[in-house]
Structures are given as structure tokens and as C-alpha cells.
């Protein structure tokens, strides 16, 4: 089940090709170790374990694709350089999120995927990877993750549209994708397995892995916002909460203020190797709940049944 060691991009390439493959989505996905990738991500992904060595002092944010991932990258980032920039000069303010905060596995825009090789710790990095498929360090210690998961409805919701979106020949067909979804065949997907392994990790080791919903931190930003900067060990003085500086920290981050910045609404495009995504396709609506607009009751509580099958005991529900 394994590519072989040493691997040439060629062989790699071959490798993908005789996994078991699924169309629907926007282009083949392909499973590998019980997940199902797009075969480009998954080379980079099997690159990116070769090539990425892990550090104690890591952090990694890791999410299912439209959990969050812009959003947690902006906060993150602004909670552990909050010394380094004012609110008004903020680099958030000119660049887009999803470009402080690189990726393990998908290259930013002319780089390598070994590029996060060359960053000085302590390194904030992301992944979309499953928890399973990060190399451990070798030492006992090991890098902190924070993993943001998302009521799958409102996931499967923002994946339709984006996809739809940054693919122009792409139609998807509703009825289609929602099934391969509720079984569990969309990239990175059986999502309940990737939501499990962080849920299950977490619990086992909560000084090691935090976990957070999309939902709490709509409702009470200002909260996990403290308790990340307690998770990063960068936690806020009394003065800092007297001065407001967490509530400065959500208001930079949030939807409106983010979605409004000129660089976030036509800036550059973001190339993940082949595929371009203009940088306002990560602001979409930003609200919980949106699902209703899409989605048909007898849907919602389809994928609901199937998301408490498959969560029954674990503590973890929606
Ligand atoms: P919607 O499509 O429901 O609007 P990701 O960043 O993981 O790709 O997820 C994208 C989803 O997060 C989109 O959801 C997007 O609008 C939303 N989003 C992006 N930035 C956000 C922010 N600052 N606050 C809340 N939601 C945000």
C-alpha cells in the first residue's frame, strides 16, 4: 500500500495512478491509507513526508478544507506575532491569510514544497493532512496542533460552492456529491475519520492537541482567542485584557474585516502547483447554518444520522 522508498516524482506519479479512483467531485479523488485525495494533493502530500521534518516547538493548524482554515491561520498568526505588529500596520492588512501561514503540503507560489524547511523556529505551520499522515519527531516531544472542525452540513455546503467556483468547466451535480459525501468519498474525506483521529489525540493528549468547532468560535471569539494564546504559551497579560487587545485580535480576524480588505477581495491568485484560487474565494458568507439555503431538511438530517452513527461514543457531536 506504500509508494516505494525513495521514490522518483515519476514512480510516485505511477503509484497514484493504480489507486482506487472515484469521479464526482471537481476531477478524480483517489484512495490511499482509508482517505480519499486529489491525486495532485496526494503527491504533495507523500512529497511533503519525506520532505518535512518535524520540530519540537511546531505548531500546526489542521483542518478538513472549509472548516476554518483562513480564519484560524489569521488568529493564530495574530495572537503569536501580536508583540512584532500594531493593528494598524498589521501585515493581515496586506496580505491574505492563507499566505502568512504555509501549508506543509501544498507550496506557496514559486516555492518548494521543502520551503517550510527553511523557516526559523518556532515555525506556525498548516496542514489539511489527516493526523495520521504527519511525520512524527523523533524525540519525545512533540509539536503542538490545533485542529478547527466545522458541523459537516455548513463543510459540505462552502466545499459545493468553492468547488463550483474555482474550477470554470466544473458543474457539480448536487444529488451526486452529497451522496459520495455522506459515504465518506470526498477529499480528505471519510470526514469523520479526520475529525476522529484529532478528536480521539486530543483527548489522549490535550497539552499536545487542542481541539476547536467553527460554531464555538462564532459564538464566543473572544474565548478560544484566550485559550489559544494559552495553547501557544504566548497567553495575555492582565494588561492586554484590560487594554482590549482580544477583542482588537477577533476584530482584525473576523469576516467583515477580513472580506472588506482590497488584498483579500481581488489580490493576487494562490497556486497550489496547477490549480489558481483567487484570494476572495476563501470569504464566502462566513455565518453557521448557511446549509439551509442549499440543502433540503430530509438531506440535513440525513447527514446528521450519519454523523451521529458515526461519532456514537466518542463524546464528539454537533
Ligand atoms: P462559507 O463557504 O460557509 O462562507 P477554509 O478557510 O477552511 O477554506 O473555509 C472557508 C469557509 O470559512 C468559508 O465558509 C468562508 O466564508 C469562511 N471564512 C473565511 N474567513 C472567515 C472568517 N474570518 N470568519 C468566519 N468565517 C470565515
Known sequence: ECPPEHASLGSLKEFISKLPTREGWSGPIVLYKDYWFRPQLLENILLAQKNYNPRSEDIILATQPKSGTTWLKALSF???????YGFSDHPLLTRHPQHVVPFIE?????KHISYVESLPSPRLLATHMP???????SNQQSYRVVYICRDPKDVFVSRWYF????FDDVKLDMGNTFDMF????SPYGPFWSHFLEYWKASIETPERVMFLKYEDLKSDPVQ????LAHFFS???TREEEAGGVLEQVVKL????????LKVNQNGETRHDNKIQIDNSVFFRKGTVGDWVNLMSEEMGARLDQIVQDKLQGSGLTF
Request: aromatic share 8%; proline share 7%.
Open 234 to 236: 504566548v497567553p495575555f
Open 224 to 227: 478560544v482567542v484566550k485559550k
Open 253 to 260: 480576524c473576523d469576516f467583515e474585516t477580513l472580506a472588506s
Open 131 to 137: 493526523l495520521s499522515f504527519i511525520p512524527a519527531v
Open 163 to 166: 468547488e463550483n467556483k474555482i
Open 106 to 110: 501544498i507550496p506557496l507560489k514559486g
Open 78 to 84: 495574530t495572537i503569536i506575532n501580536r508583540s512584532h
Open 182 to 185: 455522506c459515504q465518506g468519498i
